[in-house]
């Protein structure tokens, strides 16, 4: 090794570690507005929320382009094969979260035409409570995924392929 | 008593004309507060909006509306009568007069298509039949317009469940 060498800066850190600090700061969004809540959540993306300070303001108008769907708003009965069907082209790895009362449960609509919450036909990581939530909520839903995904074991999956995988 | 309005006695015209050419299929015509109301016998539904539309001018159909009287009858509140209406909201244009047309159906029967005489009655009507059930003969394409294809039941009726009978899943 040449002096040069010796010099350069290092830090030790887990595998683990490494990637999830890379994956949980720089979330893409699937811009998915269903209702009302949309509304909030490009509040969040705007300038007085700012939500690319969580190195999130990539919102994609493609799943496949997305790791994070926010399900903002009321999932109908008649829309929920497209959410299953957009959720299913997110590809790996990939987090959920429920934006709303409506998204949770059905919220103020426990009617006939109305899917009552979303995590019925797709896994959520997070529910953001409100009607709607106001970007703060989200903004505290996002940071609690973030958490989450800071918890993960990426290696994991690489050196026990056929371990389910923990989310 | 304020004296009629021009917009008035024009309806009263338009009231006269529709008696006079269908008699006795005209059960009943008054002056609502907003334009005049025609209750109709249903078999002559074509035949009147087709007159409405070419002789009296009245080019648009806004909307139609349907309504279940279920409740009504000796059990409920009001006089029995047949299970559906059918409201054909009329617009003539550019004088803005308004026509409300009521024909009654009975469950199972089916109204004419209002399709062939106002191209507006296509979806109004698909949706009278996805939310009441409501047949509509001579309709090009009678189907669901709002619920998916493979929906069982009509959630407008009065007996059908408010949470579906899938509890909304």
């Given at each position: 090794m040449t002096d040069a060498d010796k010099k350069e800066s290092f830090f030790l850190t887990k595998a683990d570690q490494f990637i999830t600090w890379a994956m949980k700061n720089s979330l893409w969004p699937f811009g998915s507005g269903l209702a009302c809540c949309a509304i909030e959540m490009i509040a969040t993306a705007a300038a007085r929320y700012d939500i690319s300070r969580f190195g999130m303001e990539?919102?994609?108008?493609?799943?496949?382009?997305?790791?994070?769907?926010?399900?903002?708003?009321?999932v109908t009965n008649k829309m929920a094969p497209v959410v299953r069907r957009l959720w299913e082209q997110m590809p790996d790895p990939k987090w959920v979260v429920a934006m709303g009362n409506c998204a949770i449960g059905g919220g103020p609509f426990p009617t006939y035409s109305v899917l009552q919450g979303v995590d019925k036909i797709i896994p959520v990581d997070v529910f953001v409570a409100g009607c709607p939530p106001t970007p703060q909520g989200?903004?505290?839903?996002?940071m609690t995924l973030q958490d989450k995904i800071a918890h993960m074991h990426p290696t994991q999956e690489i050196l026990k392929p056929h371990a389910r995988r923990i989310r | 008593?304020?004296?009629?309005?021009?917009?008035?006695?024009?309806?009263?015209?338009?009231?006269?004309?529709?008696?006079?050419?269908?008699?006795?299929?005209?059960?009943?015509?008054?002056?609502?507060?907003?334009?005049?109301?025609?209750?109709?016998?249903?078999?002559r539904l074509r035949e009147a909006l087709t007159f409405l539309k070419e002789n009296q001018g009245f080019n648009a159909l806004q909307d139609i509306i349907a309504l279940d009287n279920m409740k009504r009858g000796p059990a409920g509140l009001?006089?029995?009568?047949?299970?559906?209406?059918?409201?054909?909201?009329?617009?003539?244009?550019?004088?803005?007069?308004?026509l409300?047309?009521?024909?009654?159906?009975?469950?199972?029967?089916?109204?004419d298509s209002a399709q062939p005489v106002y191209k507006s009655a296509d979806w109004a009507e698909r949706e009278a039949y996805d939310m009441f059930g409501i047949r509509f003969a001579?309709?090009?394409?009678?189907?669901?317009?709002?619920?998916?294809?493979?929906?069982?039941?009509?959630?407008?009726?009065?007996?059908f469940p408010l949470e579906g009978t899938k509890r909304g899943l």
């Amino acid at each position: 090794m040449t002096d040069a060498d010796k010099k350069e800066s290092f830090f030790l850190t887990k595998a683990d570690q490494f990637i999830t600090w890379a994956m949980k700061n720089s979330l893409w969004p699937f811009g998915s507005g269903l209702a009302c809540c949309a509304i909030e959540m490009i509040a969040t993306a705007a300038a007085r929320y700012d939500i690319s300070r969580f190195g999130m303001e990539l919102f994609r108008a493609s799943p496949r382009q997305a790791d994070l769907f926010i399900v903002a708003g009321t999932v109908t009965n008649k829309m929920a094969p497209v959410v299953r069907r957009l959720w299913e082209q997110m590809p790996d790895p990939k987090w959920v979260v429920a934006m709303g009362n409506c998204a949770i449960g059905g919220g103020p609509f426990p009617t006939y035409s109305v899917l009552q919450g979303v995590d019925k036909i797709i896994p959520v990581d997070v529910f953001v409570a409100g009607c709607p939530p106001t970007p703060q909520g989200l903004l505290h839903g996002l940071m609690t995924l973030q958490d989450k995904i800071a918890h993960m074991h990426p290696t994991q999956e690489i050196l026990k392929p056929h371990a389910r995988r923990i989310r | 008593m304020p004296a009629a309005s021009a917009d008035d006695r024009r309806l009263q015209d338009v009231a006269e004309s529709l008696r006079g050419r269908f008699g006795d299929a005209v059960v009943e015509t008054f002056l609502g507060k907003d334009g005049l109301i025609v209750r109709l016998r249903p078999a002559r539904l074509r035949e009147a909006l087709t007159f409405l539309k070419e002789n009296q001018g009245f080019n648009a159909l806004q909307d139609i509306i349907a309504l279940d009287n279920m409740k009504r009858g000796p059990a409920g509140l009001g006089p029995a009568g047949p299970r559906f209406e059918v409201l054909y909201q009329l617009y003539r244009f550019p004088e803005g007069l308004r026509l409300r047309l009521s024909v009654e159906a009975a469950e199972g029967e089916e109204l004419d298509s209002a399709q062939p005489v106002y191209k507006s009655a296509d979806w109004a009507e698909r949706e009278a039949y996805d939310m009441f059930g409501i047949r509509f003969a001579g309709h090009p394409d009678l189907r669901r317009i709002y619920l998916p294809d493979d929906f069982e039941g009509f959630p407008l009726r009065k007996d059908f469940p408010l949470e579906g009978t899938k509890r909304g899943l």
